[in-house]
């Protein structure tokens, strides 16, 4: 049932070129600048939208970040994201002008449902990015989208992850094109991205073994700091939690940008960098906040746009050009760096201690 895989977890890292194909099959209409995810809302809804608000817990939430950046951009309207267990209503706001967005994989996740049960006692329209047909999620929420990622056995959650950002972005472009914020030109671009993912995705697989040798080099290191600018910020904050949660090793996840506020303090020659310089995240702007890790004796570990290049890396991954969803690409190194220094010090990947696949408790 692991298809020839020794984990639940690689398998699943590999499927994300199909998965993504099937989150993307038949929703795109690329030379209508347009998708079709076959949702609705009521008359004039988007067009009057104060706010959409995502609500969400751990992957999900990262996803959440990403796709608030894409909701600004790409449907010009406020997006805000919560993690769901300190969700409230809040003050100032117009609940019939706010969308709640709850991104939840499994649709079970109780904190997440708790948000969404605030949302909509408060008068809010609600809506969810869920992987699982008849999850109770949408049973409470006016408007779901299905990421149609397929089944994910390992704990750590990785091909819902890109599964979830693809499904948001088409999710900002409806909005965008229905609220005339986006040009058909400017989403034909967006949409190209969305349709080279898949196969961008592959060809960062096929680097597996570069990213083998890396985990080996690094494995024993003290702690490992991941970094991120725009875009690439929600991709270093997952990183770190997928190898923090299979390899149980100590990593966080910073904006670069912060770097110097305070977590400088604890960089050592003994604490690999890992930046995310690919389009969408302020690359060179990044690479400065590497710099001074670098000056501190770190060594730094990049994955750069293909075509360019920062000679003083440790070790360079190359993204394929995918535009808005190149960090998508990115991550998926940092998942398969996760997998492997989990893999050489022998842990429970699929089940890692002390984590359920669904957190059905407050
Ligand atoms: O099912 P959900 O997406 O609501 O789950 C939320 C989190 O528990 C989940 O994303 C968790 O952080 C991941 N399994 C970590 O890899």
Do not use: W
């Amino acid at each position: 049932e692991k298809g020839g895989y020794e984990h639940y977890m690689r398998k699943e890292i590999h499927e994300q070129p199909s998965a993504l194909r099937q989150t993307l099959a038949g929703r795109l209409d690329v030379d209508g600048g347009d998708v079709d995810l076959d949702v609705s809302f009521p008359p004039g809804f988007l067009a009057d939208l104060e706010e959409i608000r995502i609500v969400a817990c751990g992957t999900s939430y990262y996803a959440g970040r990403y796709a608030a950046q894409l909701f600004e951009e790409l449907a010009g309207v406020r997006a805000t994201v919560e993690i769901a267990s300190e969700y409230e209503f809040g003050a100032g706001r117009t609940p019939d002008r706010t969308l709640v967005v709850a991104v939840t994989q499994s649709g079970e996740t109780a904190d997440t449902l708790g948000a969404i049960r605030r949302a909509n006692a408060a008068g809010a329209r609600t809506f969810a990015v869920t992987n699982t047909l008849g999850s109770t999620v949408t049973r409470e929420v006016d408007g779901t989208a299905f990421i149609r990622a397929g089944p994910e056995i390992g704990v750590a959650a990785t091909k819902t992850f890109a599964s979830q950002v693809a499904t948001l972005a088409m999710l900002a472009v409806a909005v965008g094109r229905d609220r005339g914020a986006l040009s058909a030109a400017d989403a034909r671009s967006v949409l190209k991205d969305l349709q080279g993912l898949p196969g961008a995705v592959q060809q960062v697989l096929d680097e597996e073994n570069q990213v083998r040798e890396a985990a080996r080099e690094y494995q024993d290191s003290e702690a490992f700091f991941f970094v991120g600018r725009a875009l690439g910020v929600p991709v270093a904050l997952e990183g770190a939690l997928k190898l923090k949660e299979i390899s149980y090793d100590h990593a966080e996840g910073f904006a670069a940008g912060e770097l110097k506020h305070g977590p400088l303090a604890l960089v050592t020659p003994d604490t690999p960098v890992l930046a995310v310089l690919t389009e969408g995240a302020r690359a060179d702007e990044t690479m400065n906040n590497v710099t001074e890790a670098q000056t501190r004796g770190a060594p730094a570990l990049g994955c750069v746009s293909a075509g360019e290049e920062y000679d003083t890396l440790d070790v360079s991954f190359d993204v394929p050009d995918v535009g808005i969803v190149e960090p998508l690409a990115a991550n998926v190194y940092l998942q398969l760096f996760a997998y492997h220094v989990a893999n050489e010090k022998g842990r429970a990947i699929d089940k890692p201690r002390n984590l359920a696949k669904s957190v059905t408790v407050e």
